[in-house]
């Protein structure tokens, strides 16, 4: 997987490149904006990382520039201005999803993989599944190995949402975000709560557990 | 204003204007009593003159130069009010007949206004006379004059008066000008101290008032409540950064301890424990620097354009979300939420709102007991309110709540004292009212949306 993280701060952009790469992407780098441009013309990306304030060309003009010219890159925008209104801009101008500075490596990462399986077709599947766990979104039935898995309409979601990334790391705004459709960073347990009983459901009376917690970093479904 | 610069004082420029307007009224007042009372008459007594000069001409053409001599005996015989003079000299410089005690050896311009003297009495007397003079057919040279001694006493009075009102006001203007600029260089001054000690840094400094209620008060009171203003802005500004760097004292020494134990440890697996512990510390710090940004945006930031929130949807989301915390600690979250309610505002934040509120129900409730959340439209206003059951908030400290990091009694602990900072805050960005009640027990807190 290939990714273009466009970020002036070489601090913030040594972190995560060096992330990223641990992560086992192939990672390009550039600070400057018009740079950026000519790169995102010229080479083919699965994920960008966009930075807003960037030198001679603005984050937001790049990549309006690229939605202009059929470029459907998902893109990441980061940004110290993670107010809500700027989110929206952002959002607006073509993003795909925003990250508000100071963020942690996780949260980036785990955005950065969900977008990555966006650019792929989108397949029409009307079934998930991992291990012995599988999702019917027709009929909205689960079951596990078998046995039919009672859900709320948020289990459901919650569910559906980790088994889309299965493997990869979910952070709690993410799912915040994804489930109820409602953006802020939740400070307090109260999405652990439902996770809970998600768990609860699904994994209490099987092997192995799936719903796995990354400290410091949110969920994961594995096998 | 200092003494130093008396001319840059707008005080006595002041002052100056005045005594020049006020001589200048003197003058003009002397003036018109110039005009009135000496030059009025002179021309009066001009007219006079011509009119007696013109009817001596016609006596001299008829009846010659003894018929002349009798009717200017006539003319002092008779004469009622300013007393006559005449000189007739003859070709030769005779003087054939005259009762003026002086004249011009020469004609010269034909109006003459001049002073004699005259000794009848023994001692000098003053007098003036206008005379016309006038050249006869024959040789002879006729002066007709009347006296006007009072006229020109008059005169000399108005120009004395002149003189000495015109010194008196310039001397009143400036003894007065500079106890003016004396008095409003005091109040000034006072000001002025008042303001050098704010910037010296003592913000309580204050002007002092007279009482007087004048325009120097009511300016002064006006500072004083700028002054009074800053200084409470200074003092929540102290004592928030104070907060902070209290607050952060806690989560950067624990961090600060698990980095340091980090280094120590061999085993992976303890390694890996200590960075999970030393991240989710920094993780704690980023959310309350958040939080902190957060609050100060919407405190700071122009207010965005709303869009229309389904308020009833948002509601039941977040009675939805919150349901499990509430259930865990045994407590029955309720809400009572009419559909299709509206307001105009941010979505996310709203939420936030609401999130936060409930949070505070379900930590402080009782165990086992009940949060409420309900909301109905009053008279077009939205009114969402959120009841707990626990301990509530005592009057005293219903205001300093929404202060940044004050946790009330009781909630020392709980954390980081800035859920309802970004309540009040947001609130105030939607223009909604925000209260706190004491429910009996519990806490109600009540947001009134406006109409939207």
Avoid: C
């Avoid at chain 2, 030059?39 to 000069?53: F, H, K, N, T």
């Avoid at chain 2, 505002?345 to 129900?361: A, E, H, T």
């Amino acid at each position: 997987m290939h990714v273009l993280v466009v970020e002036d701060d070489e601090r913030v952009a040594s972190h995560v490149v060096k992330g990223l790469k641990a992560e086992g992407w192939l990672v390009d780098h550039v600070s400057d904006g018009r740079e950026a441009l000519f790169r995102v013309a010229s080479e083919t990306y699965d994920v960008i990382v966009l930075d807003r304030m960037l030198p001679n060309v603005d984050g937001l003009k790049i990549l309006q520039t690229m939605r202009a010219t059929g470029d459907s890159t998902p893109v990441l925008i980061l940004s110290a201005l993670g107010d809500v209104d700027n989110r929206v801009k952002g959002l607006r101008a073509g993003g795909d999803d925003y990250l508000a500075k100071p963020f942690a490596f996780s949260e980036l990462l785990a955005r950065v993989e969900v977008l990555s399986r966006r650019k792929g077709v989108v397949q029409e599947t009307t079934e998930l599944s991992l291990a012995d766990l599988s999702m019917n979104l027709l009929t909205r039935t689960v079951t596990r190995s078998g046995t039919p898995i009672e859900l709320t309409t948020r289990e459901f979601g919650l569910l559906e949402y980790l088994l889309r990334n299965a493997g990869r790391v979910v952070s709690r705004s993410m799912l915040l975000e994804a489930v109820w459709d409602y953006n802020f960073d939740p400070q307090t347990n109260i999405i652990d709560q439902h996770v809970s009983r998600l768990r609860q459901k699904i994994d209490k009376d099987f092997d192995p557990p799936l719903v796995q917690t990354v400290r410091g970093a949110g969920y994961s479904l594995r096998a | 204003m200092t003494w130093r610069h008396p001319f840059r004082s707008l005080t006595l420029r002041l002052t100056l204007v005045y005594m020049v307007l006020f001589s200048a009224s003197v003058g003009l007042m002397l003036g018109v009593s110039y005009l009135g009372g000496v030059l009025r008459p002179l021309q009066a007594v001009e007219s006079q003159i011509s009119r007696e000069s013109e009817a001596l001409l016609g006596v001299y053409a008829s009846q010659g130069r003894d018929g002349l001599i009798r009717a200017l005996n006539q003319r002092v015989a008779g004469h009622k009010g300013r007393y006559p003079y005449h000189v007739l000299v003859a070709p030769d410089g005779a003087v054939v007949a005259a009762n003026l005690y002086d004249w011009p050896a020469a004609r010269g311009p034909e109006w003459l206004r001049y002073e004699f003297g005259t000794y009848a009495t023994g001692a000098e007397e003053e007098h003036e006379t206008v005379v016309r003079d006038l050249a006869l057919s024959g040789g002879y040279r006729l002066l007709v004059g009347l006296d006007t001694e009072d006229l020109d006493e008059r005169e000399d009075l108005i120009m004395e008066a002149l003189s000495w009102g015109a010194g008196m006001s310039l001397a009143l203007g400036v003894i007065g000008g500079l106890v003016m600029t004396f008095a409003v260089s005091q109040r000034l001054e006072s000001i002025n101290r008042a303001a050098r000690a704010v910037i010296a840094g003592d913000l309580s400094g204050r002007v002092a008032l007279r009482g007087s209620g004048d325009d120097f008060d009511q300016l002064a009171a006006t500072l004083n409540e700028m002054l009074a203003r800053i200084e409470g802005l200074v003092a929540s500004i102290s004592r928030v950064s104070d907060s902070i760097a209290h607050e952060l004292r806690t989560p950067l020494t624990r961090l600060r301890a698990e980095l340091e134990e980090l280094a120590g440890e061999e085993d992976p697996a303890d390694v890996r424990a200590r960075a999970g512990a030393a991240l989710e510390e920094a993780g704690r710090l980023q959310s309350m620097f958040e939080a902190l940004l957060r609050i100060a945006r919407l405190q700071s930031g122009p207010t965005p354009a709303g869009t229309r929130v389904d308020l009833s949807a948002l509601l039941d989301d977040a009675a939805e979300l919150h349901r499990p915390a509430a259930e865990d600690r045994g407590q029955a979250l309720s809400s009572d939420v009419p559909a299709g309610l509206q307001v105009e505002g941010d979505r996310d934040l709203i939420f936030q709102m609401v999130s936060n509120l409930l949070d505070n129900g379900i930590k402080f409730g009782m165990e086992g007991g009940w949060v409420d959340l309900t909301a109905r439209s009053v008279e077009g206003a939205v009114v969402v309110e959120v009841t707990d059951d626990g301990s509530g908030i005592a009057e005293d400290e219903r205001e300093r709540v929404f202060e940044r990091f004050y946790r009330a009694r009781g909630a020392e602990a709980a954390g980081f004292g800035l859920g309802l900072s970004l309540v009040a805050a947001a609130a105030e960005r939607h223009r909604a009212e925000l209260r706190l009640e004491d429910a009996k027990p519990g806490l109600r807190v009540v947001i009134r949306f406006p109409a939207a």
